[in-house]
């Protein structure tokens, strides 16, 4: 008889084991299962964000071109103020300078218009 408890004892203590292991195994499996599921969402999240960040890399460039080009206009259009000016400025030294009639100096002064301005800059 305490050889039949001894072995019940046995296999119930074997069995509540299993059960135990059982039990982990399965927990393990599940969250296997959970953190390889959440790869795969961290990595199309990844994936989204490269691709977010590709298109703000390309309107980053854009908006550098863009600033760099209208960087070049900005000082053409400077260039062609200050020789303009120039150009007035020497103009109102001449009709300063002028001695002569009305008639003369409105021949002088077509004669300095004759010559256009040059064209701003696009």
Do not use: C, F, H, W
């Not at 900005?74 to 009305?102: D, P």
């Amino acid at each position: 008889m305490k050889d039949i408890i001894k072995n019940v004892i046995t296999i119930l203590i074997v069995a509540v084991i299993g059960i135990l292991i059982g039990r982990y195994v399965l927990g393990d499996d599940d969250e296997i299962k959970k953190a390889r599921e959440q790869i795969v969402r961290t990595q199309a999240e990844v994936d989204s964000l490269k691709k977010v960040n590709a298109k703000i890399a390309e309107n980053l460039t854009r908006v550098e071109n863009n600033n760099r080009r209208l960087e070049e206009e900005k000082i053409a259009l400077q260039q062609a103020v200050e020789r303009a000016v120039g150009r007035l400025n020497r103009i109102i030294k001449e009709i300063n300078a002028y001695v002569g009639t009305k008639t003369d100096l409105v021949r002088e002064l077509n004669r300095i218009l004759a010559v256009p301005l040059q064209p701003l800059p696009n």
